[in-house]
């Protein structure tokens, strides 16, 4: 107490990746999850052909306007990130040698654990793997981007009338 010391966080690089359309609770509370953790995060956002087998696709927000509501959301979390584009599901994580930890929803697990097989074949060490729970809306069934491009709930996992 009173040291003057500065708490250090767990990791130093922490990886975070999806598709991040419709920025709703459930990524915010994803990414401040991933800041509270690293002392900097590399945020990944998928494009292209990951984005083929999405619902409701054609109303996924363009790469741009995702990025500018990301970069919105981390500037307020106070730490320092970078934003890259992925065009494939294993991305900057299988080869990032600074990353040590990736942070992920029950639902992007078994990503997670891709990339780590992927860096063990690179001989790279292994990331640390935090999971968080999916976040519900009021009718208790998971906020996800898909149910909001569909016209069920809003960002806040509000239920939408008809």
């Not at 639902?107 to 990339?115: F, Q, S």
């Amino acid at each position: 107490m009173g040291s003057g010391k500065s708490y250090r966080k767990p990791f130093k690089r922490v990886i975070v990746a999806g598709t991040f359309d419709r920025l709703h609770k459930g990524h915010k509370i994803l990414l401040s999850t991933s800041a509270k953790l690293g002392e900097e995060l590399l945020v990944c956002i998928a494009d292209g052909p990951l984005l083929l087998g999405k619902k409701f696709k054609e109303k996924i927000q363009s790469y741009e306007e995702r990025k500018r509501k990301m970069e919105q959301f981390l500037t307020s979390l106070d730490t320092p990130f970078s934003i890259v584009k992925i065009l494939d599901p294993i991305g900057p994580a299988g080869s990032d040698k600074l990353a040590d930890a990736i942070v992920v929803s029950t639902e992007t697990y078994p990503g997670a654990l891709r990339v780590n097989s992927e860096r063990k074949k690179r001989g790279l060490k292994e990331l640390f793997i935090v999971v968080c729970p999916l976040v519900v809306a009021e009718n208790g069934k998971p906020i996800s981007s898909e149910r909001i491009r569909a016209g069920e709930i809003d960002e806040e996992g509000r239920l939408l009338e008809g």
